[in-house]
Every structure is written in C-alpha cells, then in structure tokens.
T-cell receptor, first 114, second 116 residues
Framework: AQSVAQPEDQVNVAEGNPLTVKCTYS??????LFWYVQYPNRGLQFLLK??????LVKGSYGFEAEFNKSQTSFHLKKPSALVSDSALYFC????????????FGQGTTLQVKP | DAGVIQSPRHEVTEMGQEVTLRCKPI?????LFWYRQTMMRGLELLIY????????DSGMPEDRFSAKMPNASFSTLKIQPSEPRDSAVYFC??????????????FGPGTRLTVL
C-alpha cells in the first residue's frame, strides 16, 4: 500500500532562516510527488512536483524540494523563510498505476516567527 | 482563470437531510476529483472522474454517498441521508490530463459541511 509520512506536526522557524519540511513515502513503482500549501479556510495550492528528471525541483514562492530515491524522501525547503509562509503543508504521492489517486500526508504546520 | 469553483462554501444541515455539493472544474480539464478533509482522517480521495466517467470510487464511504458528472463542466456529490460523522470539508480538484500521468491537480476552495 502507498503511504506518505510527514514526521513533524509542526515546524517553527525564525523569519530569514532556512526551513525544511520533511516527507517520506512508500510506493510500489516510480513515484510522482507533490507539495501543496493550505492557508486557513482555503483550498490547497500547488507548490511543486517531481515526476522525472532532475532531483531538485523548484516551485512557487521560492520553495524547492529534493527527490531522494534511496531515502524515499521529498523534503520541502526554502533558503529564507517569510512570516507569510506560515501555513499547513501537505506532501502527496501517486504512481502511474494508481489512477491518479493522491495519497496525502497528515500535514505539517509551519510557523514562521518575526 | 476562475479556477475550480465549488458551491456552497458552507452548508449546515440536520441529520437525515439530503446534501448536494457542486463543483465546476477548470475549463478544458478532463479529470475531476472529490476529496474529504477531516481532522481524524486527513485528506482522502472519494471519487475520480476522467472524461466524465467515474474511474475510481473506492473511497466513497458508503451507499449514502453518490457522485455524478453529467458534463465536462459540472459535478455533484450527494449525501443522502446525511449523518453527523459526514461533517468535513469537501474539496473538488481538477487536472488537465488523467491522474496516471502525474498531472497537477488544482483544488477548489472547499465546502465546509456541518451535519447537526
């Protein structure tokens, strides 16, 4: 069965510092990996995805993520956090054989303090 | 681009009543997904349509739930009869290509359903 783990319920970081939100996955076959962000009372906004190719993926708002096949990880990173980055972040995975069904992690709340 | 449109944004109803949630996908998108978000279970896929045809409904919790997509620009999720445990935020998402190709799913703002 496919699964996604986000081991941290909350990540706290000071504005201007680098941030990392962790994600590991378990699938059979090649993964398609996604990061979404959810602001309060809003839908999910797409940040970035890995399908194939370069392991370092760059996305919206200065975020990037690195696909690591050996560690089955897809951690989200940003060099310099902003207070406005504070939100709930979801990692998700699917595979070509899974009819597009996205399996989501439980989410990580990012709190950036001024 | 209007994005995915959902209505209503909030719905409060009493147990036993019928509830209908509506979704308009992004124009030109061929795949549509209904998700449910709860604190206990997180985000879970309920049903997935491709070219208006249901492809995977394994996530539909029980017969009280039904979904239709009569045309490329409209889908409904119906709960009849509703129960308090159905209280959740229901999201609709659409993608240009079928999910098997890893195409990005774009989410609507959600419908917050409260069943009293």
């Amino acid at each position: 069965a496919q699964s996604v783990a986000q081991p941290e319920d909350q990540v706290n970081v000071a504005e201007g510092n680098p941030l990392t939100v962790k994600c590991t996955y378990s699938v059979s076959g090649n993964p398609y990996l996604f990061w979404y962000v959810q602001y309060p009372n809003r839908g999910l906004q797409f940040l970035l995805k890995y399908i194939t190719g370069d392991n370092l993926v760059k996305g919206s708002y200065g975020f990037e993520a690195e696909f690591n096949k050996s560690q089955t990880s897809f951690h989200l990173k940003k060099p310099s956090a902003l207070v406005s980055d504070s939100a709930l972040y979801f990692c998700a995975v699917t595979t070509p054989s899974n009819t597009g069904k996205l399996i989501f992690g439980q989410g990580t709340t990012l709190q950036v303090k001024p | 681009d209007a994005g995915v449109i959902q209505s209503p944004r909030h719905e409060v109803t009493e147990m036993g009543q019928e509830v209908t949630l509506r979704c308009k996908p992004i124009s030109g998108h061929n795949s549509l997904f209904w998700y449910r978000q709860t604190m206990m279970r997180g985000l879970e896929l309920l049903i997935y349509f491709n070219n208006n045809v249901p492809i995977d409904d394994s996530g539909m919790p029980e017969d009280r739930f039904s979904a239709k997509m009569p045309n490329a620009s409209f889908s409904t999720l119906k709960i009849q009869p509703s129960e308090p445990r159905d209280s959740a935020v229901y999201f609709c998402a659409s993608s240009l290509a079928p999910g098997e190709f890893g195409d990005t799913q774009y989410f609507g703002p959600g419908t917050r359903l409260t069943v009293l």
